[in-house]
């Protein structure tokens, strides 16, 4: 390698004798540690961004289209709406919190296995003094960065089609984020675990695809069997959905908003929990 190479862990920059590269001061604190794993995985995301263009805009945009405009305007016609609000207008908050859980899966399970398997980033930084949580949170930062950049360009482009009847409709950003990463972190502790890819197809069919379907983004759940509407209100989606759509509105939800807020805390935290122990024995033992 040359003197001018890159380090090859991308968070801490050393000159081939194992020395700190001229001009670069080790990171001393965990904030420091953990900045230098985000700048790692951003400078990587600099290098690919565009081939993730159609999955995080055109994808959330075709939905718009589709089921929001082509599909709402039967549904206006037919039933004069949903729950009392225009087709558009009751679709579209939910697409946010599904394109986010999309990205989610999306980020967190082949990009995990990689980095843990396929070229041992994860590995070669841990043999810097980063520990195993600073490892996890910048990738889990980037993560929640992405999805704010992705969902708030889907609002920019969603509020013309007159898809939102409030400017509150910025919170469901922050809500949209939080619906992704109470996916992102248990995925994160399932990709650990994984010893092949063939897993994560079983994930998106028989996981993703059912939530986005049974979760309240293009009907509401009242509409479900009894016996599935308690299903519903378990996945982080719903809570998502929920949160999502009171903001669009500019609807207080009152202690509602507060229990889906806790909701996707708790997969949040429990999710971190084991995401670390996994990380830890798959990556340490």
């Known amino acids: ?5 890159p380090p090859a862990t991308g968070s801490v920059a050393t000159a081939p004798s194992g020395r ?7 990171p001393t604190t965990r904030a420091e540690r953990v900045g230098s794993v985000m700048a790692h995985h951003l400078a990587v995301y600099r290098r690919t961004w565009k081939g ?5 805009f055109a994808s959330p945009l ?12 039967l549904v206006d016609a037919r039933a004069g709406g949903v729950d009392g609000l225009p087709y558009l207008r009751f679709v579209v908050p939910g697409i946010l919190a599904m394109q986010a859980m999309m990205l989610a899966f999306g980020d967190s399970t082949y990009a995990v296995m990689g980095y843990i398997k396929w070229n041992r980033m994860y590995s070669a930084m841990l043999a810097t003094p980063l520990r195993v949580g600073e490892v996890l ?4 930062a980037v993560i ?5 950049a992705a969902i708030a360009i889907f609002v920019a482009v969603a509020a013309p089609f007159g898809a939102f009847g ?4 910025l919170l469901a950003v922050p809500a949209a984020v939080l619906t992704g990463m109470a996916f992102s972190v248990p995925v994160f502790a399932l990709a650990a675990r994984m010893e092949t890819d063939s897993g994560f197809s079983i994930l998106f069919r028989f996981v ?5 379907l049974f979760s309240g983004t293009f009907f509401p759940i009242d509409q479900l069997p009894g016996w599935m509407q308690p299903l519903a209100w378990v996945t982080p989606l719903w809570h998502g959905v929920e949160l999502c759509r009171s903001a669009s509105e500019g609807a207080w939800p009152g202690w509602a908003g507060v229990l889906h807020v806790a909701v996707l805390l708790v997969y949040v935290g429990v999710g971190w929990v084991l995401a670390h122990r996994s990380f830890t024995r798959r990556l340490l033992s």
């Open 208 to 212: 993703m695809t059912p939530l986005m």
């Open 62 to 73: 075709f939905f718009l289209l589709s089921m929001g405009l082509g599909l709402g305007a």
């Open 166 to 169: 409030s400017w509150w409709v």
């Open 144 to 148: 929640a960065l992405q999805l704010a």
């Open 20 to 26: 700190l590269a001229p001009g670069r001061r080790r």
């Open 137 to 140: 949170g910048g990738h889990l």
């Open 1 to 5: 390698m040359s003197a001018d190479a």
């Open 52 to 56: 993730s263009v159609v999955g995080r």
